[in-house]
């Protein structure tokens, strides 16, 4: 059966480290999504792409970056790990831009940065 | 203000009630309205999505939506203590698939 996949499950760093969150999905998905998941804010959208090579910045994009280089796969680094970047991060996938195609969610990663 | 502001509750019923879930949004714009369930620890799962105004029926679920109010609302029947999860609305327009989530409304079924 087709899946979405995060890993790692659980990560623990230190402020200024650099982190990287995988990200891998079997359906052969156009769009890959990141979000993080805090307390009151609901889930909000860090970096999207639509296809291989194209990455572009959502809401909360600051000290994110991604890279697309396979369908597959749709990294998320944090170059300077930050306390404020204490967060359940989701990644997510659909099969195309309309606005009603459904998004898939990996189980998700939680991170803590002491 | 938020795009899309939701209630976090948590709503607590007894098994068996019905519950009504709501969101407002503000962007007039926005046209496909969707409700994502999420278990603890887990992603969230899409429930159902509509795209006009009116009510949408699956089983137990009812989608409503009210663009003249921009309000929508998730209506449960007949409740399980396995509905127990958090409930969030996303909305998007027809300019692409991304989402704007509501905060979520964290409900307990108690049997």
């Known amino acids: 059966d087709a899946e979405i996949t995060q890993s790692p499950r659980h990560k623990i760093t230190e402020t200024g480290r650099q982190v990287t969150l995988a990200c891998h999905q079997t359906?052969?998905?156009?769009?890959m999504f990141w979000y993080r998941q805090d307390l009151g804010h609901g889930l909000r959208l860090i970096h999207y792409s639509y296809g291989v090579q194209d990455t572009n910045k959502g809401e909360v994009s600051d000290g994110y970056s991604v890279s697309r280089s396979n369908t597959e796969d749709l990294p998320l680094t944090l170059e300077s790990a930050a306390s404020s970047q204490t967060s359940v991060y989701f990644c997510?996938?659909?099969?195309?831009?309309?606005?009603?195609?459904?998004?898939?969610f990996g189980p998700g990663t939680r991170l803590t940065v002491l | 203000q938020k795009e899309v502001e939701q209630d976090p509750g948590p709503l607590s019923v007894p098994e068996g009630a019905i519950v009504s879930l709501n969101c407002t949004y503000s962007?007039?714009?926005?046209?496909?309205f969707m409700w994502y369930r999420q278990y603890s620890r887990k992603g969230p799962e899409l429930l159902m999505y509509t795209y006009s105004s009116g009510n949408k029926e699956d089983g137990r679920f009812t989608a409503q939506v009210d663009k003249s109010s921009k309000y929508i609302s998730l209506f449960i029947r007949d409740s399980q203590p396995s509905d127990s999860a958090t409930y969030l609305c996303a909305i998007t327009n027809n300019a692409g698939n991304m989402l704007t989530f509501g905060g979520g409304t964290r409900l307990m079924v108690k049997p």
């Open positions: 962007n007039s714009a926005f046209q496909y």
């Open positions: 997510a996938s659909s099969a195309s831009g309309r606005p009603a195609d459904t998004q898939y």
């Open positions: 359906w052969n998905h156009n769009n």
